[in-house]
């Protein structure tokens, strides 16, 4: 639910989801479910482009399996039936969201499980469209963990207002040889470290990239 003094744009949730096109037109004004609608908006088509192969990201190429974790940096899942949609997933795509009873602080994720054969080639396209909507600002190349592939992270300051001012959402993508994902962390009146970003969501793929 809104705080009073929140606009209808001040949610805290956002679905990055990997859709094209994305809708124009927000949910109607104080609607329950734009807490989740505004993090779950951010949409990601992303065409998949399996034409070049580069031996330093075709390793581990379809051997993990998205299996989220109930619970995230001390954050419970949200059931999946509680996650409204922006608007159609991609065939086989998933969301996931976790968030404190206050909604104060929260994480969101949208994955699509397929084997890609070039991540490096793949990752711009999914930022891009993953955020066309929003300004984005110091988004950067990160080292992607253990899990191998290819990592960006950055902000989005214009996504979110709370008493009129911007809130911070801070995004990673990462492509890897069995999935695409998005990664979105919010925190009220925080601006994330995007090296802090980048580590949360390295643990995140380590607990929810499982063998195949």
Sequence with gaps: ???QDQTPADDVLVDMTPVAPI???PPPP?????????LAACGVAAVIALAVAFAHDTADFGAYRYSPPKEFLGLPIVP??????ASPLPAGAKVSGYQTEDKSRSVVLTVRELPIISPSAVIDSVVTQATTRWHVEGLRTVEPGERG???KCGHITDMMKKAGKPQDVAFCVWVDGSM???????????TLDTDVLANDARKFRHLAEVPS
């Design 180 to 190: 695409w994902a998005v990664y979105i962390e919010h925190g009220e009146d925080i």
């Design 23 to 25: 809708p124009t037109l």
């Design 30 to 38: 104080g609607s329950r479910r734009r807490l989740w609608l505004t």
């Design 80 to 85: 999946a039936e509680r996650i409204p949609k």
């Design 149 to 151: 592939g290819v990592m």
């Design 1 to 3: 639910m809104l705080d």
